[in-house]
Every structure is written in C-alpha cells, then in structure tokens.
C-alpha cells in the first residue's frame, strides 16, 4: 500500500527566505506526483504536476522535482512571501493513468512572518 | 472558465437525517471523486467514478452513496448510517495527463 509523508509537517521562516518542503512515498511505480496548496477553510489548489517521466517542473517562484528510484519529491520556494503561507500537500497517483484515486501525504503548514 | 462548483458551502445535518453534497464540473473531465478531510488525518477517499453510470467505494465508502448519471454531475448523499459525518467535504475531477482539479469545499455540521 503506498503511503506519503511530509516532512516537516510545520514550517515557519522570515519572509524572503528560499526554503524546501519534501515529500516521499513508499512504492515507486507512480504514474505522477502533484503538489496542491489549500488556503484554511479552502478546496486544494494545484501547484505542480510531475510526471514520472519527468525530473522537475517550474511554475513562478516553484520547483518542484521528482526522484522515483529514491521515493521522493521536493518543492522549492523562491523568496518566500507571506502570501505563500498554507499548507502544502504532495499526491501520488499510482501505475494505471491519472483516472485512479491519489494518496495524500498529510502536508506541510508553511507561515512566512513578514 | 472551467471548475467544478461544489455546494452548499455549509451544510448542518440533524441526527437521523440524509443530506446530499453537490458536484458540478464543466472541465469535461471523465473521472470524478469524493474526498473527507478531517484535521491531523489528511484526505481519505470516499468514492470515485471513471466513466458515467459507474463508480468505486474507496477506503471510507461506509455510510455514503453516489450516482453518476452525467458526466458533468456526481453529488454525494451522507446517509443516516454514516455515525461520524462532521468534516470538510471535497470533489476532485481528473483527466489523464492533466492531474486533478478541486472544488472549493463543502463543510458539513451535525447539530
């Protein structure tokens, strides 16, 4: 059964800050990895989609890469924003396509202090 | 623009009482699901469907039930039975290729 953790699971950094969030995940057979952000009381945002063809993706301020033989994903953030604060969750959908159910790690609650 | 609307955004179900949560996408995506967030034991999926007129239970099916007689719609009923049902709700679409989208979340309240 794939499980996915978030490591840490709480981050709090002064604004302007690079920082990384990190993702793992037990079972390498994955069709693709997907961070999310979700603001308190909100539906999940997606950030990033890595397939597992792919090494990394950039969009703006984040990067996110994939390491399948390892198990494991990092988000990059660019000079942190206390806009940037939420909680970050990472999915994996396993071998079969994108149509199947995602596992969720647990996330990262990220506050940027201004 | 394309989404999926979930509604209503609050919800309070009396003891007893069957109540159904609303998920509309306009994405054309084939794949829809049911997710239940609760705080400190992440998302855990309820049910999800690939193609209309068909859907799977998940890993906490217990006291839900779905139907997807379009492809645009696949509202979920939380039943009497369901002993447990205070949570954040959310609807996801996919499509092969383009991950998943979510809505924005219904929260439901037994009072």
């Known amino acids: 059964k794939q499980e996915v953790t978030q490591i840490p699971a709480a981050l709090s950094v002064p604004e302007g800050e690079n920082l990384v969030l990190n993702c793992s995940f037990t079972?390498?057979?994955?069709?693709?990895l997907q961070w999310f952000r979700q603001d308190p009381g909100k539906g999940l945002t997606s950030l990033l989609l890595?397939?597992?063809?792919?090494r990394e993706q950039t969009s703006g301020r984040l990067n996110a890469s994939l390491d399948k033989s390892s198990g494991r994903s990092t988000l990059y953030i660019a000079a942190s924003q206390p806009g940037d604060s939420a909680t970050y969750l990472c999915?994996?959908?396993?071998?079969?396509?994108?149509?199947?159910?995602?596992?969720f790690g647990k996330g990262t609650l990220l506050t940027v202090n201004p | 623009d394309g989404g999926i609307t979930q509604s209503p955004k609050y919800l309070f179900r009396k003891e007893g009482q069957n109540v159904t949560l609303s998920c509309e996408q306009n994405?054309?995506?084939?794949?829809m699901y049911w997710y239940r967030q609760d705080p400190g034991q992440g998302l855990r999926l309820i049910y999800y469907?690939?193609?209309?007129?068909?859907?799977q239970k998940g890993d906490i099916a217990e006291g839900y039930s779905v139907s997807r007689e379009k492809k645009e719609s696949f509202p979920l009923t939380v039943t009497s039975a369901q002993k447990n049902p205070t949570a954040f709700y959310l609807c996801?679409?996919?499509?092969?290729?383009?991950?998943?989208?979510f809505g924005s979340g219904t929260r439901l309240t037994v009072v």
């Open positions: 996801a679409s996919s499509s092969t290729g383009y991950g998943y989208t």
């Open positions: 079972d390498s057979a994955i069709y693709n």
């Open positions: 890595i397939q597992s063809s792919q």
């Open positions: 999915a994996v959908s396993p071998i079969g396509g994108s149509n199947y159910k995602l596992t």
């Open positions: 994405l054309n995506h084939d794949a």
């Open positions: 469907s690939q193609i209309v007129n068909d859907f």
